[in-house]
């Protein structure tokens, strides 16, 4: 361990202390209205650097994901620019484990035992509520704003639930940016309607805004949302992207190798066998970087392969760096390296060919795709793009060909651009 790590540990440690402690002291005790203020108040401190500078009036409450964050990043600087009364509100992901840990009740936390035992926790999930919408009037009141949204990271988060009746009681309302709208394939939408209705599950807040047509569809057919909660916006983050596909196609020598997902998702080993297939070959190690989805991802990943570099954080600051090819599979990683028009890998061999119609991309995508249908294949395509081969001319782009193009938009979003100014256009008659 660094010297700072060694430092800035201990110090980490007592900073959270001092915000955890009194959160569990006033809950025990059942110190709820101190409790409201205490929480209003650490919000506004947590949000100063944000709100210090902003010319503010509304507000938007937004509760940071785990991954997929710069789609809030993507509203904010929109905002700065074109909405400057509008200022967004974080509760940090940290924030946001330590009130639901302390508050929920352990067997409610999973999403599924969530809503099959709501019922049963009941006057807690009110005295929950009770307590927050003190914090948000207690917030209101130090920075003299309105807070007349929140927006929520999935329909099904079933740690956010109690926001939506707090919301209800001050008059706004609740909407949810839903992050889950890739559904990539009629196997994926199977299971995925499957689950929902396993469940029974129904979105309990105002609105769901959704990437994509296909998305909207499905969340209806499954009872997830109704029709009138449903509205198609496009992803925030999208709109950089479409605009990297304008930049220089220069290009720097190194492979990135995005996340693949959970292996529920794709059923296969398939991302250990690419992972150790680019770790055994020193060469391809050298020059490739992992993309993980969180941090803890990318440390675990470079412990078991000491020999590859792994980072994580949003897929466009390592499109910005224009790498030869991106490598991918079933993943929305894929179409936002086909957005910036950067070659994509897909490799198709083993256990996924039995998934059939459960593929993103693959070879029925090959005129926007490479793929690779062995080890060997795999790592002889990437040694060729590492000695300088030019792929651009062997492959179309959503910019020229309306087919892929309207591929991308019905399985991902729209490329027009606009999809922060339709989220705004959206919400501006709630703020």
Not at 149 to 160: P, R
Not at 316 to 323: H, T, V
Not at 373 to 396: A, Q, R
Not at 426 to 431: A, D, G, L, S, T
């Amino acid at each position: 361990m660094s010297l700072l790590l060694f430092i800035r540990h201990p110090i980490l440690r007592l900073k959270r202390g001092f915000t955890k402690y009194p959160l569990i002291i006033f809950w025990r005790m059942r110190f709820d209205s101190l409790l409201a203020k205490y929480i209003g108040a650490t919000l506004f401190l947590r949000n100063y650097a944000r709100l210090r500078n902003s010319r503010r009036k509304s507000a938007i409450l937004v509760v940071e994901r785990n991954i997929f964050n710069d789609d809030i990043e993507a509203l904010e600087a929109y905002a700065r620019k074109n909405k400057p009364e509008v200022v967004f509100i974080h509760i940090d992901s940290y924030y946001r484990r330590t009130i639901e840990n302390l508050m929920l009740p352990q067997e409610i936390r999973a999403q599924r035992n969530f809503y099959a035992k709501l019922p049963l926790y009941r006057k807690e999930v009110e005295r929950i509520s009770k307590i927050l919408y003190g914090s948000l009037r207690c917030l209101e009141m130090i920075l003299r704003i309105n807070i007349a949204v929140f927006l929520s990271g999935n329909v099904n988060y079933a740690q956010e639930y109690q926001w939506i009746p707090v919301m209800r009681r001050k008059g706004g309302v609740s909407i949810a940016l839903n992050k889950e709208s890739v559904i990539y394939s009629p196997h994926h939408e199977r299971n995925f309607i499957q689950r929902h209705q396993e469940c029974n599950f129904r979105y309990d807040g105002d609105f769901a805004l959704l990437y994509n047509e296909r998305a909207k569809e499905v969340y209806i057919k499954s009872n997830a949302i109704t029709p009138l909660q449903a509205l198609v916006t496009g992803c925030p983050r999208v709109d950089r992207l479409v605009l990297l596909a304008k930049a220089s196609k220069t290009h720097s020598n190194f492979i990135l190798l995005a996340s693949f997902g959970r292996p529920n998702k794709g059923g296969t080993g398939l991302y250990q066998e690419v992972v150790e297939t680019i770790a055994g070959n020193p060469y391809l190690a050298e020059k490739t970087l992992v993309k993980c989805k969180t941090p803890t991802e990318a440390k675990k990943l470079m412990m078991q392969f000491p020999m590859l570099k792994a980072a994580s954080g949003p897929m466009e600051q390592y499109l910005k760096m224009r790498p030869a090819v991106v490598v991918g599979f079933n993943s929305s990683t894929c179409l936002d390296a086909l957005i910036a028009e950067i070659p994509l890998l897909v490799p198709v061999w083993g256990d996924i060919l039995n998934l059939k119609d459960g593929l993103l991309l693959g070879g029925h995508t090959s005129s926007m795709n490479f793929t690779a249908s062995s080890k060997e294949d795999f790592t002889t395509f990437l040694k060729n793009v590492l000695s300088g081969g030019n792929l651009f001319s062997n492959k179309k782009s959503w910019t020229s060909d309306p087919a892929i193009k309207n591929f991308i938009e019905y399985t991902y979003s729209p490329l027009d651009g606009k999809n922060c100014e339709r989220f705004f256009k959206f919400v501006e008659k709630f703020i």
